[in-house]
């Protein structure tokens, strides 16, 4: 979740991408059902991540990503205008 933090909007889409994987669909449905850090936005499967502090999140995740992680988030988050 703190990867994907940089996003706005969370899609399945999105989150595989960011997070090279393919079952974001599953795993984000199966967080929405938990009731965990999620608010579905529409029936197209795009979310919002409650988060308290967003800059917060990105300054953790930039902690805690691999060599090179770091900017590839900074890109998508300036060409999504999150700030």
């Not at 502090?53 to 590839?72: C, I, L, M, N, Q």
Request: hydrophobic letters at 45%; aromatic letters at 2%; charged letters at 25%.
């Amino acid at each position: 979740m703190v990867r994907s933090s940089v996003l706005d909007k969370l899609t399945a889409s999105l989150c595989d991408a960011i997070l090279e994987r393919s079952d974001s669909a599953s795993m984000l449905v199966e967080v929405e059902r938990s009731n965990l850090f999620l608010l579905s936005l529409d029936e197209a499967g795009a979310y919002r991540q409650l988060v308290l502090d967003a800059a917060v999140a990105v300054a953790e995740a930039k902690g805690g990503v691999k060599p090179g992680e770091t900017a590839a988030l900074d890109k998508i988050r300036e060409a999504l205008g999150s700030t």
